[in-house]
Nanobody, 117 residues
C-alpha cells in the first residue's frame, strides 16, 4: 500500500533553516507528481510546493517563493523541502502528499515545524 513518511521537522529560530524529507513506497514514485502542504490548527491545509514527476517543473505558494525549494530523488523515492529564512508564520504541521488535489490522494503522518522568535 501507499506509504509516505516525513521527517526533519523540529524547532528552529527565526531566520533559520530546516530540511524536510518524505520517503515514499507502494506506488511508481518516478511517475507521480508530489507536493508538500502545511496546516495550522483551525485552518485548511495549504499547498506549499509541488513538483512534477521528473522534477523539471516546480510551483510554490507566494508566501514561500524564494525561501523554500522542493526537490526529488527518483532513485531513492524521496521528495524534500528545503526551508530557508524561516518566519514565525511558517510554523505548521507539514505533510507530504500524493494526489491531484488536497481533496483526494494520500498523506503522510505530518511533521511539526515550529519557528521561534
Amino acid at each position: 500500500q501507499v506509504q509516505l513518511v516525513e521527517s526533519g521537522g523540529g524547532l528552529v529560530q527565526f531566520g533559520g533553516s530546516l530540511r524536510l524529507s518524505c520517503v515514499a513506497s507502494g506506488f511508481p514514485f518516478s511517475a507521480a507528481p508530489m507536493s508538500w502542504y502545511r496546516q495550522i490548527p483551525g485552518k485548511e491545509r495549504e499547498l506549499v510546493a509541488d513538483i512534477s514527476s521528473g522534477g523539471g517543473t516546480t510551483n510554490y505558494a507566494d508566501s514561500v517563493k524564494g525561501r523554500f525549494t522542493i526537490s526529488r530523488d527518483n532513485r531513492k523515492n524521496t521528495v524534500a523541502l528545503q526551508m530557508n529564512s524561516l518566519k514565525l508564520e511558517d510554523t505548521a504541521v507539514y505533510y507530504c502528499h500524493l494526489g491531484r488535489s488536497s481533496s483526494e490522494g494520500y498523506w503522510g503522518q505530518g511533521t511539526q515545524v515550529t519557528v521561534s522568535s
